[in-house]
């Protein structure tokens, strides 16, 4: 188990060597906005307190780079692909309304909502068939690419980060039994890493990360615990070029 190092002793640490002249940021201040838009995972779901979500911490992350960043988080709970695109542009227009300065960064975090209602199922007594999941995969990629032109038209500039989703069976390992019908969950990631291709935009690939550690998991729940909201914040970290607090072994 690891936790990360609080912020009060980084920025201790940075003055010290600073000789209390400067502050440990690397950028001069400006206002800019964090934005982070998804299904459970982005809204932190099951994070214990919401500060240990992976979004509040890749935003305190970020802050230690870049001064006067704002958490806009728009993740929904049980929120799946169809709910984050009818709401996407109203969350745009509210980024704009904040008057926090431009969406610089963004994560876009959606699909385990998806893989536990029509795409597929974990316990159900009638799964969807290899056909219909298929199907559904293709329609889940194409409403994916327009979230995501929608974002790049907001800000064409704007740092975006997509999630890979994990696999709560963890190869057998996990706590849920599998998912079905089985490849699925491949295809939905396929679908992501293609999205994120095809627009020049980045992958934190959390399925990868997660693979072989169940531990990452709520005890019997496709939910991250608070440790494996750290591991996708230091993914989404990586891939916006910010170094994370340091962890010590607890």
Do not use: W
């Not at 295809?187 to 020049?200: H, M, Q, T």
């Not at 709520?218 to 990586?238: F, K």
């Amino acid at each position: 188990m690891k936790m990360r190092i609080g912020s009060i002793l980084l920025l201790t640490i940075a003055l010290i060597g600073a000789g209390c002249g400067t502050l440990p940021y690397r950028h001069a201040p400006k206002d800019t906005v964090f934005g982070v838009f998804g299904d459970c995972y982005a809204a932190g779901a099951k994070a214990m307190p919401l500060s240990d979500s992976f979004a509040s911490l890749t935003a305190g992350d970020l802050d230690e780079y870049y001064p006067h960043i704002t958490l806009l988080n728009y993740g929904q709970g049980g929120g799946t692909i169809d709910s984050v695109k009818g709401s996407l542009q109203t969350d745009l227009d509210k980024v704009t309304q904040a008057h926090k300065g431009p969406m610089e960064r963004a994560v876009l975090n959606v699909g385990i909502g998806d893989l536990q209602s029509s795409c597929a199922c974990i316990v159900c007594d009638h799964p969807p068939t290899l056909e219909q999941g298929m199907a559904c995969a293709a329609a889940y990629k194409s409403k994916l690419q327009t979230c995501v032109e929608a974002i790049l038209k907001f800000n064409p500039h704007c740092d975006l980060v997509l999630c890979t989703i994990p696999d709560p069976n963890n190869g057998g390992k996990g706590i849920c039994l599998p998912m079905k019908p089985a490849g699925i969950l491949q295809e939905f990631n396929k679908s992501i890493r293609e999205v994120a291709a095809a627009n020049n935009v980045k992958v934190a690939d959390v399925y990868t990360a997660f693979m072989g550690h169940p531990e990452y998991f709520v005890n019997g729940d496709v939910h991250p615990n608070n440790l494996g909201h750290s591991v996708i914040a230091s993914l989404v970290d990586a891939q916006f070029g910010v170094t994370p607090p340091e962890k010590t072994a607890k």
